[in-house]
Every structure is written in C-alpha cells, then in structure tokens.
C-alpha cells in the first residue's frame, strides 16, 4: 500500500513537471507529498491492526510516531531509487540526442565539401566584384551586397544550433530581396510578427527553406501572384509560414520532400515543445514551427 502509492504520486509529478530545468520543484514537490501521504497511510493501516492486535500497535503518538519514521525510511529510498533512474535516462538520452546534433553537423559540413564551392571562396568574390561594379550601378552594387550579407549569415549560422527569431527574418528579408529582382510584382510577402516573439529561436535556415521551398515549386506570374506569409500568434508559442498553392507543372522536378524531413527532424533533436506540422488547406499550403527559447 505505501509502495504502490508512493509509487503513483511520483508517476504523477513526473507527468506534471518532467523537464530537467523542474527537477528542483519537483523534488521538493514529491518530499512534501510522500510525507502526507506516508503518515495518513500509516495511521490508517494501524488501525485495524490496533484492533486485532494492541498489545503490538499502540496508537500512542510516541508509538504512531516512530511507525511513520520507519516507514519513511523505505519511502526515501525507493522515491530516491526512482528519480535517479530517471535522471540516468534523462543523462542519457541527452547525450544521444547531442552526439545526434554532431553528427548532423558533420553532414552538413561534408555536403558543403562535396558541392565544391567554398562558400567562403564565394563570399569573398562578392565582395571584390562589388568593388568592381561601377559606382552609379547602384542596383547592382545593393543587389551584389545583399547576396554577400545571405553568405555571411550562412557562414555564421553554420556553428550554432539556434538563432533568435528575429536574425532569421532579418536574413529571409534580404534573402526575398534577391528574388524580388526577378520576381518583381508577382511576389506579394507579408510579414506579421509580434515583438514578443522576435527574441525566440528558431533552427538556423528553417525558415529560409520554407520560403525557398514555397519559391521553387510554386507559379508566380502575374496572373497568379505567389502570396507568403510568415506570422506567429500572440502567444509566440509558433511561426506560421504559409504560400498559395499552385504547383509548376513544368521545368522543375516534384519535391522528394527532404528538407521537410529535415526540418522535423532538427527541431525533434533541439526537444521542441510541439512538433512541426504540415498542412494543405484551401488553396494554402501551410508550415508551422513551433519557436524555442534561447
């Protein structure tokens, strides 16, 4: 009876206050509770036992005393046996998720070898032919350091798992000035974020490849103008990056769907509070990531 109901108030506040950051609280939580819980218990089960045996359970206070002192003797050491195989598991599974982190690193870095431009190599071009460009070429001279500031940003958020909300929109912008130039009026973007959700964080280029996504398999003409939108909610629990939906049916090749994978699988190993979901409604094709402390 005290096992097994020690056992559930620990199952309880596990559920309630799992992360590592509430250890602490729940901790302090489960002491409180298992006392109560074993002193009540305690005086009940010596009840009947008084009853049929008092001569053994005396419900003296100096007697009922020394029982709930006992009993919370076995009590801390099975709550302590169980909180420490969780923090093992907890140990572990975050080295796992770390070495997973590293290792999808190192891809990225061999795939940036294996596409045979160094994009520090290119970064540096930029800048030497905007030295060259001619000084009253002002659209070339913006167009060319827009393009070096989207190497810049690549280059930086390369070694860091997370970037604040705010820096990767900055970098969409310029990044969605380049396609401006040939897209011109058959882009409509539309940007509605809260300041509360600037200081978030989001996987370094997530977003980039969304919107790079929605550039590359939708039509824009001037029929049919791309809408993007990027928005989070007032809560700035989410960002919500969504396009019309209408799909090329020439030139390029049908997505295969991998940088969604991606996506997904990056925010799983930064332990998102939500997973990302993809949805398709009414003409909308719709991403939402969920944003993630510093």
């Given at each position: 009876f005290l096992w097994l109901g020690n056992r559930w108030l620990w199952g309880w506040l596990l559920r309630r206050l799992p992360l590592v950051s509430q250890t602490r609280t729940r901790l302090w939580v489960l002491a409180g509770l298992s006392v109560v819980y074993t002193t009540v218990a305690t005086l009940l089960l010596r009840l009947p036992l008084h009853a049929l045996l008092p001569q053994f359970f005396s419900l003296q206070w100096r007697a009922q005393l020394a029982a709930v002192t006992f009993n919370l003797i076995p009590t801390a050491v099975v709550?302590?046996?169980?909180?420490?195989?969780?923090?093992?598991?907890?140990?572990?599974?975050?080295?796992?998720?770390?070495?997973?982190?590293?290792?999808?690193?190192?891809r990225s870095q061999l795939e940036a070898l294996q596409q045979q431009l160094d994009p520090h190599f290119l970064?540096?071009?930029?800048?030497?032919?905007?030295?060259?460009?001619?000084?009253?070429?002002?659209?070339?001279q913006q167009f060319v350091e827009r393009l070096a500031d989207v190497y810049r940003y690549v280059l930086l958020a390369r070694s860091t798992p997370t970037v604040p909300?705010?820096?990767?929109?900055?970098?969409?912008?310029t990044y969605l000035a380049l396609h401006k130039a040939r897209f011109r009026h058959n882009l409509h973007v539309h940007v509605d974020v809260p300041p509360a959700a600037l200081t978030r964080h989001v996987a370094p280029l997530s977003v980039q490849l969304l919107v790079e996504n929605a550039l590359k398999h939708n039509v824009a003409s001037q029929q049919h103008p791309?809408?993007?939108?990027?928005?989070a909610d007032a809560t700035g629990q989410q960002l919500v990056v969504e396009n019309t939906l209408r799909p090329r049916t020439a030139g390029l090749?049908?997505?295969?769907?991998?940088?969604?994978?991606?996506?997904?699988?990056?925010?799983?190993?930064?332990?998102?509070?939500?997973?990302?979901?993809?949805?398709?409604?009414?003409?909308?094709?719709?991403?939402?990531l969920p944003l993630l402390g510093a």
């Open positions: 709550q302590t046996l169980y909180e420490a195989i969780y923090f093992f598991q907890q140990w572990t599974a975050n080295v796992r998720r770390t070495e997973q982190l590293q290792s999808a690193g190192v970064f540096n071009s930029l800048n030497t032919l905007s030295a060259l460009i001619e000084p009253h070429n002002e659209p070339a909300l705010e820096e990767e929109l900055a970098f969409v912008d791309l809408e993007l939108r990027l928005r090749a049908p997505g295969t769907g991998t940088g969604l994978l991606n996506i997904r699988h990056r925010y799983e190993l930064l332990r998102a509070p939500a997973p990302v979901q993809v949805t398709t409604e009414a003409g909308w094709f719709r991403v939402q």
